[in-house]
């Protein structure tokens, strides 16, 4: 791929407040603010002419934290917390008014994206065929927990919800985009016969002379629907998802050389679902013939079926030990083991957005055996092949549907019904002796 060379024009501020006060001498409050703006019109440097094809973002992040901390007697501390962090991460593509002003657009001014065999091409290509993609997300969350030391144990107790959201988009081949690898797409087509092989057999310089003709092999869009079947702009989601843990946790000084700490949490990461109701899978056994339908996905309270079930099994024990042997204070043995539960949410939950009716893909290749449908014309070895570019047409607003059939050129992420969350099993084992002359083995 070539690149137009580029110079970088990064802007980045940075805020950052903290608050600590004093209520007393057993109430202690700690506020804290960071505030990160980025911006940068050609962050990947991937424009292919000057002012063509730039990927830009301008991002804010912001983060709030407050704790508070009581001291109820010497051995009895609480800590209470409220926290959340915003993202707000778009992307957009330089020079598309270029592109746009061409005359070939679809009903949302886009216009057609071009990319070129063996070079970069013209349009938002880097980011899928998309501009203005929205990430606006975040967590907001509250905590609570109490430690008490009793003899040899320092015993810990605590709780926390978390509201995540997202407000973004994707747009994925929202821009519809020409294919010229007609060569390698449709059964080594050549574009032109020198009588080396080499040279005859050669997929980029074959498409790349298809491309010189201007000659499109097919072409694609992305389209948009609502609950009522209306084409829409883009595929806006409102993401949420509730989440619960609580945990309990002894740290057991068992001698004055061995300690262990054990301890269990228990993590409920709820069913994402989408503010209004944008949301579909598909409850059947996909392994079956077609034709399939989709059906809405929510929240159960809204007399809708969730996207899978609830997962209430994510139980996380912990147990850690370390060990002076020698009881000199010179070496340590330690040894751990947990089980962490990850959940669904971000970009693998936002796939599920092009599922139908909210997304049909529009497809039309060229390439093919006669006789040929306008714009396709017969070439002089018989075969059909696609139109120049300046004879296309804008893509058609398509007829949405929840049914998929057979052969459907649907991309559709189905999630398991029964998914259970993603977890991980953690082991540790080290040995950490002190050595003369301050070096740490």
């Known amino acids: ?58 991002q804010r992040r912001q983060n709030a934290s407050l704790q508070l901390t009581s001291v109820i007697d010497p051995k009895l501390v ?71 030391a009793r003899g040899r144990h320092t015993f810990k107790f605590g709780v926390e919800t978390r509201d995540a959201y997202s407000n973004s988009t994707n747009d994925f081949l929202s821009r519809p985009t020409v294919d010229f690898n007609n060569f390698a797409n449709f059964g ?71 300690t262990l700490n054990y301890g269990l949490r228990y993590q409920f990461n709820g069913v994402p679902y989408e503010v209004n109701n944008l949301l579909s899978t598909l409850f059947a056994d996909p392994s079956g013939p077609a034709p399939f339908t989709f059906a809405i996905a929510g929240q159960k309270e809204q007399g809708l079926p969730p996207l899978y079930s609830d997962d209430w099994h994510d139980f996380e024990p912990r147990v850690g030990i370390a060990w002076d ?11 751990g083991y947990g089980i962490f539960h990850d959940r669904l949410f971000g970009q693998l939950l936002g796939l599920t957005r092009g599922n139908p009716p909210f997304q ?38 398509l007829q949405t549907s929840a049914v998929v059939s057979q052969g459907a050129g649907d991309l559709p992420f189905i999630i398991d019904p029964h998914l259970r969350m993603p977890y991980s099993q953690s082991w540790n084992f080290g040995i950490q002796h002190d050595l003369p002359g301050s070096v740490l083995l």
């Not at 702009?233 to 509730?242: I, K």
């Not at 042997?325 to 040894?335: E, L, V």
């Not at 714009?375 to 058609?396: F, K, R, W």
């Open 360 to 397: 049909q893909i529009f497809f039309q290749p060229f390439f093919g055996q006669p006789p040929c449908a306008p714009p396709e014309v017969q070439s002089q070895l018989g075969l059909c092949i696609g139109p120049p570019a300046s004879a296309l047409s804008v893509p058609p607003s």
């Open 325 to 335: 042997p020698f009881k000199d204070g010179k070496t340590s043995i330690r040894a």
């Open 78 to 148: 609480n800590n209470f917390r409220l926290g959340g962090n915003r993202i707000n991460f778009p992307l957009t593509c330089e020079g598309l008014n270029v592109l746009n002003s061409l005359g070939l657009t679809d009903s949302y001014g886009r216009g057609f994206d071009l990319p070129l065999p063996g070079v970069a091409g013209f349009g938002c290509l880097v980011i899928v065929d998309r501009n203005g993609s929205e990430r606006f997300s975040g967590t907001y969350t509250i905590g609570d927990d109490v430690t008490w």
């Open 1 to 58: 791929m070539l690149f137009f060379p580029s110079r970088s024009q990064t802007t980045s501020d940075n805020v950052s407040i903290r608050v600590d006060h004093n209520f007393s001498l057993s109430e202690i409050l700690a506020v804290r603010y960071t505030f990160n703006r980025y911006q940068d019109p050609n962050f990947d440097h991937t424009d292919f002419l000057s002012g063509l094809g730039a990927t830009g973002t301008s």
């Open 188 to 258: 080594g087509v050549t574009a032109f016969v020198t009588g080396n092989p080499q040279v005859d057999s050669n997929p980029t310089l074959q498409d790349m002379v298809w491309s010189l003709f201007g000659t499109v092999g097919s072409v694609t869009q992305a389209q948009f629907f609502g609950k009522r079947g209306n084409r829409t702009a883009n595929d806006l989601r409102g993401f949420r998802q509730q989440d619960f843990d609580a945990f309990a946790q002894d740290t057991f000084k068992i001698l004055p050389n061995l």
